[in-house]
């Protein structure tokens, strides 16, 4: 069982950054062996994909919106995996939303593919 606990939301100038933070309590299996990734969802629009970490290939992945602006990461001793957000722009507002995956070959950028959500903390970026 996976429980997933989002925080760092806020709201902040175009331009600025936030971190947003989340804290995975997990059961049976070690916090390494998922694949974690982040999501986004505006008002109005459908659930996309922003970042994505493959602990047991080094593998990241990234939305081409949010290429060189967003840094996923994640501290395996904290079972906690980061979003680091740079150079926030006004579109960037959204939910965001932490995703585990036990095992995955697929490209990590569906939504599908995930088993485990968190509740999301609202980004707001003010132009």
């Known amino acids: 069982q996976v429980q997933l606990v989002e925080s760092g939301g806020g709201l902040v100038q175009a331009g600025g950054s936030l971190r947003l933070s989340c804290a995975t309590a997990i059961s049976g299996r070690t916090f390494s062996s998922y694949a974690m990734g982040w999501f986004r969802q505006a008002p109005g629009k459908e659930r996309e994909f922003v970042a994505a970490n493959r602990w047991s290939t080094g593998n990241t992945y990234y939305a081409d919106s949010v290429k060189g602006r967003f840094t996923i990461s994640r501290d395996n001793g904290k079972n906690t995996v980061y979003l680091q957000m740079n150079s926030l722009k006004p579109e960037d507002t959204a939910v965001y939303y932490c995703?585990?995956?036990?095992?995955?070959?697929?490209?990590?950028?569906?939504?599908?593919?995930?088993?485990?959500w968190g509740q999301g903390t609202q980004v707001t970026v003010s132009s």
């Open positions: 995703a585990a995956v036990g095992y995955s070959r697929g490209p990590l950028s569906s939504a599908k593919e995930y088993d485990y």
